[in-house]
């Protein structure tokens, strides 16, 4: 166990408060992962279920700081672990996974985003940053990116950098700050975001599911009558059919330890919207807010 100073000494307090937290680099970007996890690079199954891109739900289970926000704790052995030393003496910061504590962070990247917020959100606690303010709201969804100009959803698989605790009292998640996210996937969508050529189907088996409670009938009988059910929708609805399994079948993992090779299910399913005509984009969002829907649920 490390002695707690400094920026590891501010995580040990947001994580007494219930803060899942991470160190951070001077470019306030996550910890590189660790050997096992970087050379995996997708090719199998790592120590912590390999996810090197984060699109998919549940904790990582390396001993490192690998993989951004999967590796946020409120855990203090963890946190004052021989594994995460090195991470706390190179840290630049400190940050939080929002979407663990059932929070979402609207991030306000200048003065337009921030009038704009302060026009059409409802008040709560606010945070100021270097160049505008973060709005948190009590409540978790899905993250994204520019939703509108200058504006960022940090909630469920995303981090944002701990500043201050802020002025002001915290609120209810509207339904305008969700809404966001619903107008940015409808835009894109009108824009004719599609990907050409989907990735070859993996194949799930034990190899890529050590982690999994269920056995492999369980988990084949599920899936193959999921997939049937998004087939089903030739001519519309495929779409929300893949969001309703993605939830149903993460929602039977939330008790594994992992990893349960969710990353090869959520593949099937995908290719099994695309099959319909469903454009890969949207079937991919589609999945990860239904993955990102039983994470909430096991909160």
């Known amino acids: 166990m490390i002695r707690a100073t400094g920026h590891l000494r501010t ?17 306030k970007l996550p910890m590189g992962n660790c ?20 699109k998919f739900a549940g904790p990582c289970q390396c001993p490192a700081p690998c993989h951004a926000w999967a590796a946020a704790t409120t855990n203090p052995d963890v946190l004052t672990s ?27 990247d200048n003065a ?11 008040a709560t ?56 996210v619903v107008r940015e996937e409808s835009t894109r969508l009108r824009r004719g975001e599609v990907d050409s050529s989907p990735p070859a189907r993996a194949t799930w088996d034990r190899s890529v599911a050590t982690g999994c409670r269920h056995t492999d009938t369980f988990i084949r009988t599920g899936l193959e009558r999921g997939l049937a059910r998004i087939t089903a929708c030739r001519d519309e ?5 893949a969001y309703g399994v ?3 079948l993460a929602n039977q993992h939330t008790a594994c330890p992992g990893p349960c090779g969710l ?7 995908i290719d099994a919207a695309v099959s319909v005509d469903v454009p890969e984009a949207y079937a991919e969002r589609a999945v990860t807010n239904g993955f990102g829907a039983a994470l909430v649920r096991a909160l």
């Open 11 to 27: 995580a040990l307090w947001l994580a007494e408060l219930g803060l899942p937290v991470l160190p951070l680099r001077a470019s």
């Open 35 to 54: 050997h096992a996890c970087t050379s995996s690079k997708g090719a199998g199954p790592c120590r912590c279920g390999d996810r090197p891109n984060m």
């Open 82 to 108: 021989a594994a995460w030393a090195r991470a706390w003496r190179e840290a630049g910061g400190v940050a939080y996974h929002p979407g663990g504590a059932r929070l979402t962070v609207v991030d306000l």
């Open 112 to 122: 337009e985003a921030v009038a704009w917020a302060r026009h059409a959100l409802s």
């Open 125 to 180: 606690k606010t945070v100021a940053t270097t160049r505008g303010e973060h709005w948190i709201y009590r409540g978790a969804m899905q993250s994204a990116n520019g939703v509108r100009p200058g504006v960022d959803i940090k909630s469920l698989m995303s981090y944002a950098r701990w500043i201050s605790t802020g002025t002001g009292t915290m609120t209810v998640l509207p339904d305008t700050v969700r809404a966001l």
């Open 237 to 241: 609805g495929a779409g929300s059919k």
């Open 246 to 248: 993605a939830r149903f």
């Open 263 to 269: 990353e090869i299910l959520a593949r099937h399913i």
